[in-house]
């Protein structure tokens, strides 16, 4: 059924264009794509799909906002934001899913909601499993002391893809093109991080702060 995809027209490849790029901002923050869409819709500047035109309503971005606003501060919390990670990431699939469907006009619904989940969800998913490893990569080598930094660059990231994603959505789709490959690259450096550590024998000073 994905043969059809190429076969639609320019109005649909720009909303494929625009929801993978608003799916793989969700992988950075995963309210502040959605309230951006929202704030979107809500001026004119984005169709949607009808399922989901409720994301244009006045409930669900005074949510949104409050829900962004929530989420980028609390990234800022030492503690907080490697907790949050562990959540994040089956929410942002979620969020991704949610808002590359809202975007993929045009299309019967069966088709629509596949292609979030495969495209959408796919891309949210593995930008945020990126995301996940970079701040346990920071967390390791300086004690968390450089979390802010990763935290802001995510913000900054999140919501200059999703501007990109509204207004320039072909130039958004290179740009998730590179951040999936940059996503792969972090993943697989945590991976063999974690692997070498388990791999190095404990000294009987390690093992007596283990068992304290």
Do not use: K
Not at 164 to 187: C, D, E, Q, S
């Amino acid at each position: 059924p994905f043969s059809s995809l190429f076969a639609t027209p320019t109005l649909f490849r720009s909303g494929l264009a625009t929801g993978v790029g608003l799916a793989a901002a969700s992988g950075l923050r995963i309210f502040l794509p959605a309230f951006l869409a929202s704030l979107a819709l809500r001026t004119g500047l984005l169709p949607v799909a009808e399922s989901v035109g409720w994301l244009g309503h006045d409930g669900a971005a005074l949510g949104l906002g409050l829900a962004t606003l929530l989420e980028v501060v609390a990234y800022y919390v030492p503690w907080l934001d490697n907790l949050l990670d562990g959540i994040a990431t089956p929410a942002a699939v979620v969020a991704g899913v949610l808002v590359s469907a809202a975007t993929f006009v045009g299309l019967p619904e069966h088709l629509q909601w596949t292609a979030a989940i495969v495209l959408g969800g796919g891309a949210a998913g593995t930008v945020q499993l990126g995301t996940v490893a970079t701040r346990a990569l920071s967390s390791t080598t300086t004690g968390g002391l450089a979390n802010p930094l990763v935290s802001t660059a995510e913000n900054a990231g999140a919501g200059l893809l999703t501007l990109l994603a509204l207004v320039l959505p072909f130039v958004a789709l290179a740009l998730v093109a590179g951040l999936l490959l940059v996503a792969f690259r972090r993943v697989a450096r945590w991976r063999r991080t974690r692997r070498e550590r388990r791999a190095v024998p404990l000294t009987p000073g390690d093992r007596r702060r283990e068992s304290s």
